[in-house]
């Protein structure tokens, strides 16, 4: 048994990424961690926008809450055993951080959580994963 941890955001390919590593993974304890990156204040007017931090960031927390009670439902079904885990910063760099503080064997992720301007802009995160990860890493579509 071993520790897997799956990057989890409002995405289907996060989605994909949590059901690809109950299918492949579904003896290992779960790590799901969601961060709250503060880039997305400027550009997500359904989050508060601009001048609305504090807003915004009690809407991210409370979008993280229902990520991790859909998510745990769907493992609880499995009767597998997880850790829910929320970060604020950049993507990357949290998943990484998260990755070592919970000693994971394997990191699941979506292939991109962010679109248009912001992914162009800051990059793939699951590229930064894959290339600075110390353990495997699964990026699915």
Known sequence: MG????????????????????SVHDDDEFVLVHVIDYSESITDPGRGGRGRLEGWYQKATEDAEELFAE???RLDEQGVSVTTVVRDGKPAEEILDSAEEHDVDQIVMGSHGRT?????LLGSVAEQVVRRSECPTTVVH
């Open 3 to 22: 520790r897997t941890l799956v990057a989890l955001d409002d995405s289907p390919q996060a989605q994909n990424a949590l059901e690809y590593a109950l």
């Open 116 to 120: 248009g301007v912001a992914r162009v």
């Open 71 to 73: 998510a745990k439902s």
